[in-house]
């Protein structure tokens, strides 16, 4: 009882906000209507821009996608790491685009092959910036002092004072009362130990601490192959890279590693690639007057190949083969690579050589590649990949087998696809790659061993996985439709092939499927969503309800076919502009809705969707499966989760892709027979059931029953039948007035409300634009047009509710269909009268008296008011008007429970040439008025 009072209450609720919308609609008529006038053109432009706004709904969405798609990109404070770094990679990509190759890089470019060789160590200047900035940091002991740098000295102890002191152009320092020290071309750690010295001799009990406070500046002069030759002012704790650094870096034409420093007439050399991690590293401090001479580069010599750092680099003097590998951060391979040098010979000729060993020398032009291990290496082991718990390579000679490889069938993960894995393996004759499938079952219990060959990779599959290949995404692509996920590699490599090829390759995928058009767009419903048999899912509509319904009542129909099959919604088309995600969000979300194994290897999708069986019917899961070979029917079933509990009788069909359709009795105790029918890639089998006992919904039984709540029906179950199990109606029942409503017929009547709106919109529009048109009349109408489309209907049926009336003519006895329900009021004592009359409400009910004077009681009819279009809207739905034009002489019966509704002179509408249309929705809706009104009033 707690359902059906939960269910009442939630009837009711609608029932009240539906009363209240219906009689929106019956005030509108009684308004008044001016006379006619001149129509106001801004009565146009608002008409216009509300039937512009329906009818270009569509446009205006794919308009506003389209601006959330143009978004600005966030500030830096607002980015993620993930995305300042994707920011990075763009830049990089874009510079990489624009890189102009020095002759140096081009001339090893062409002869090796290799389009991204790049000079060793120039970028070091990209970003780098010299100058002579604060100084900050500890400074050693080792600082050689000299005129112009300040030093801070603090006294502790008798004496508490501190203060600065510069040394003298004289190389002199003066503290305070301290003697002169002498300081220039001293370090900083003699100077600290003097001015102890004197601290001790003239300042008893006094300790002193020395530390640099200010740095000379020294100007250096920087020329040669660097970006910017000139005068620099640095500061003495600057180096050499520093100074270049302030000159814009090296060119690509200079050298790094042979710089000459000349100072008082002796020039040094220095490296720079031991700021980059080759040798070590000399920090040589700048003085004042020096001379920085980038020279030309020197020797040179590119590294390719199986290399850490593939480049070119400057060497200096002699050096071997390990040296330039070293170079480039050595080999991938620590053993096993093979080496080949291209060498410039005496005649100006490219000659190959294969040198003995790492020893051998290097010759400056040289190209040395680095080859990787043999090409038979890859052969002496497997791979093992997709749905296992320890991926990865193992040797050939230790997992002969695909059963070895893998382990017991224990040993696979809870979930993994048994019927077929796919092995990648080289065609000895071609070197193309194969695809081969394999059975694990047959495999792993060896009744069908499985042979691994050397560089063989072997794909396990999941259940996820195969469910990925029975997603509405996939089928939409294989039927020629746009990509909805486009963020899945895999699903943009096969529309690809499907556009490309044009074969019936993967039909198996959409042999279930309808394609009707719709809004111009190609809509997808599977075909087994009609309820055939037991065990199958969805509505018993029409194809043709199908291409009449609107585009997203059936992609939401779609999407609940998805969840009964076990997909989610996210196997459906979504806009992404209306969530917001982290990037962990989003990456987590891809590999979700894109399996990693399809993603990896994309091949694979299509491989799996050719080898596939087509499974249908009375089983848990309908949809594609991969199939390595002959497979049994028990196996596939298996796989589809198996049938379905509730099928009696189920009848297994096949129908092979070459010769006749079979049929199987499966009849009880003879389930042990599929274990012998054999199917193939591209047949077609189906679970074939009796129609299940019940209907898919209950019945809901409200008002004067002796056990009124929800019921179970069989299929064929009539009204009268059900109403007897609920031990027939009580004594107070009034079975005339009872209110019965469908589903299915709501539907209907809700789309011809809404067809109805958009038909008189369209015509109104038209009309506005005539000379001489009422514009109030106008405004009048499109409110009622308005309301129309805001009018939730009712669904009632007319039935014969009364027990003893269906056993005299059960022709008038309905069958019933799940979702019906049924509630029979008591015997009501009043009767409505509504519309254009002075005092609309209820009055009580009187045998015998007329509509004339139930109108009476309300106060008569408005001046206003049609008198020939009087409506009487009988307690159990039907409505008969009021035709005679003496109505008020009129001697209708009148039963309790009716409605009496007096509609307002349409005159004004006449001239719209729309007034027979708004009788016609004005008569369906009187019985819906009627009919909320009952269900309004049954918890009273």
Partial sequence: MAIVRAASSAIHAWAVGAVRRSLQLVLILGLAFPAAAQVDPRVIEQLQGRLQGTQDAGAQLDQAR????????????????EEREL???????????????????????????DPSLRQFGYDLFRVSEGGSGPVTGEVSDGYVLGPGDELVVTFQGATNNSQSARVARDGRLIVGSLPPIRAAGRTLGSVRTSLSQA??????GTDVFVSLGGVRSATVLVGGEVERPGQYQVTALSDVANAIALAGGVRKAGSLRNIRLVRGGVTRTVDLYGLLGIGTASRI???????????????TVAVTGSVARPGIYEIQGSASVSDVIAYAGGALYPRGYQISISRIGDDGREIFVRPQGTAAAIWSGDGVQVLSGSAGAAFDRVMLAGHVRNPGARALAAVPTLADLIGRPEDLQLGTYMPMAIIIRRNALTGMRTYEAADLRSALDRSRPVALRGDDRVYVFSAEDIAFLNSSATRQIILGQDNPKPQCYALEKLQSLVADTQSPRFNVITRGTITVEREGRDVAASAGRALTGAGTSGSNESLEAVRTRPLQDVERMERVAARTRGESDRDQQYDRNEIEESDAEKLARKNRECPAVFEDVPELLPVLIEHSVSVGGAVRRPGAYPVAGSISADALVSASDGVMANVRGPVLDITPASGPFTRYEMAPGQEDRLA????SAGDDIRITANNAAYEAGAVLLTGEFNSPGLYTIRKGERLSELIARAGGLTDQAYPYGGVFTRRSVREQQQDGFQRTARELNTSLLALAAQENVNGQSIIAAGDLIKTLSETEAVGRMVVEADPRVLAQRPDLDPILDGGDTLHIPKKPTYVLALG???NPGAVQFQPGKSVSEYVSEVGGTQSTADDGRVFLVLPNGSAQPVRSSFWRRSNVVVPPGSTIIVPKNLQPLRTLGIVRDVATIFGQLATAVASIAILADRNN
């Fill in 676 to 679: 012998n029918v054999l199917v």
């Fill in 66 to 81: 389209e601006q959330n798609r143009r978004v600005t990109l966030p500030s830096n404070t607002d980015q993620t790491s």
């Fill in 87 to 113: 920011r990075r990679q763009q830049s990089r990509i874009q510079l990489n685009s624009l890189y102009l190759p020095s002759p140096v890089e081009q001339q090893y470019r062409e002869r090796l092959g």
């Fill in 836 to 838: 254009d009359v002075s």
């Fill in 285 to 299: 401090r700048v003085q004042d007057g020096d001379r920085i001479v980038v020279p030309v580069v020197g020797n």
């Fill in 199 to 204: 601290t001790r001799q003239n300042l008893l």
